[in-house]
């Protein structure tokens, strides 16, 4: 039976594989919304699956929902994503995901050189500090504590 224009909470269930818990968190945390019809029911309009849709694919790429909160609230109207809409967006994720890649592939570079070793020299590891220059932004790990080498 197609949906009609507004849906029960359900039927968005049903179409996008969502427990119908998961569907009222996103509710509560101010993602989705919906009106209530005379019998006090959730009706929801079609775009909601949509909706959904990008938040899921959102968090598959690792964005918080508050940061899903602020990509949705930053389109006019809070509209659902349209296609232009996600295409910027996506072009934006691409590139950070591109920069965590590069990080990935350096630190594996660094653990290269650790294979065999095993020393964990806080001298002489390249993860713990190559050639000293980590130092100065403090003590210990400072790449396995978030620094990028390109800040230091
Ligand atoms: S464990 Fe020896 S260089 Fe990293």
């Not at 427990?19 to 019998?39: H, M, T």
């Not at 296609?83 to 591109?98: F, N, Y």
């Amino acid at each position: 039976m197609p949906l009609g224009r507004e849906i029960s909470i359900g039927q968005l269930a049903a179409r996008t594989g969502l427990a119908v818990s998961a569907i009222r968190y996103y509710q509560a945390q101010g993602l989705i919304s919906s009106e209530r019809n005379a019998g006090g029911h959730r009706r929801f309009p079609r775009s909601v699956i949509r909706r959904l849709s990008f938040i899921r694919i959102a968090q598959q790429f690792g964005y918080s929902l508050d940061r899903i909160r602020a990509e949705l609230a930053s389109l006019p109207e809070n509209r659902t994503p349209n296609q232009a809409d996600w295409s910027l967006i996506a072009g934006g994720l691409r590139g950070e995901l591109d920069a965590q890649i590069a990080g990935l592939m350096a630190m594996r570079d660094r653990l290269d050189g650790c294979i065999g070793c095993g020393c964990l020299s806080l001298e002489k590891c390249a993860l713990y500090n190559p050639e000293d220059k980590a130092a100065k932004r403090g003590s210990g790990p400072r790449y396995l504590m978030g620094d990028s080498s390109d800040e230091i």
